[in-house]
């Protein structure tokens, strides 16, 4: 097993993982990478795809909807607008909820609620992407 190294993962909305990792395998704009304790400084673009965090011999996969990684002696961060473990992840409340963004699209009253369901639905969207590649 590898030795254990500190790891965030951080999203608007708070801490999406945070603990000792052996390892964590993402997709980075120039290819896959995995990450161990003791790597060399590193900064790297991750594109939206399925992570993989390692704990003890567990693989637990998150949902990354892309952000920015960051290696350094004292631990990995990882910051992503979006970050769901994909266990929990509903696919029926996904397409709920696309469903009701067309709802709101189509009655919006103003451009900025209009906007909000948009992007909301997007992300969905995103997000039920890569489930059906994984």
Avoid: W
Avoid at 24 to 31: A, D, I, K, S, W
Avoid at 35 to 51: G, H, N, R
Avoid at 63 to 92: I, R
């Amino acid at each position: 097993m590898a030795k254990p190294f500190d790891l965030k993962i951080l999203t608007p909305e708070g801490t999406a993982f945070s603990g000792k990792a052996n390892s964590f395998q993402t997709v980075t704009q120039l290819g896959a990478i995995g990450i161990y304790a003791d790597m060399v400084p590193t900064v790297a673009l991750i594109k939206p795809c399925v992570s993989k965090v390692e704990v003890n011999g567990q693989f637990t996969e998150y949902v990354l909807l892309g952000g920015l990684l960051n290696v350094k002696a004292e631990g990995v961060s990882v910051f992503s607008d979006c970050c769901l473990e994909k266990a929990k992840v509903n696919v029926s409340d996904l397409q709920k909820q696309i469903s009701e963004c067309d709802n709101i699209i189509n009655h919006a009253k103003s451009e900025s609620q209009k906007t909000l369901a948009q992007t909301k639905q997007n992300l969905n969207r995103q997000i039920l992407a890569l489930l059906d590649h994984k």
